[in-house]
């Protein structure tokens, strides 16, 4: 059973930083793309950032280009998502996700109904 736990929300001021966690467990991840969403009440879960659980190439919304920066730790099965200069636009629930199929190319999955697993979200929230 694949479990994905998301932690690290929290409250921050604009301007400020946090790390969220995404502990994966009960599958081998290492061809898998590896997603982080978020969603606010009233409209569509937005990629934010993404990168395969074997490959170093990183993914990006526009909207957190140079802010945001996806890693992982193969050893501790955990992705990372850390967010510089927070915005209150940044403000959402976030969501890890992993999605398990194959691609072609240079393809990255960024829709949500690509994604097969998904986290329970953490909330984050920016104060102006």
């Known amino acids: 059973q694949v479990q994905l736990v998301e932690s690290g929300g929290g409250l921050v001021q604009a301007g400020g930083s946090l790390r969220l966690s995404c502990a994966a467990s009960?599958?081998?991840?290492?061809?898998?793309?590896m997603g982080w969403f978020r969603q606010v009440p009233g409209k569509e879960r937005e990629f934010v950032a993404g990168m395969r659980w074997s490959g170093t190439r990183t993914y990006y919304a526009d909207s957190v280009k140079g802010r945001f920066t996806i890693s992982r730790d193969n050893a501790k099965n955990t992705v990372y998502l850390q967010m510089n200069s927070l915005k209150p636009e940044d403000t959402a629930v976030y969501y890890c996700a992993v999605d398990k199929q194959s691609y072609s190319g240079g393809y990255y999955p960024t829709t949500r109904t690509n994604y097969d697993y998904w986290g329970q979200g953490t909330q984050v929230t920016v104060s102006s």
């Open positions: 009960g599958r081998t991840f290492s061809s898998d793309y």
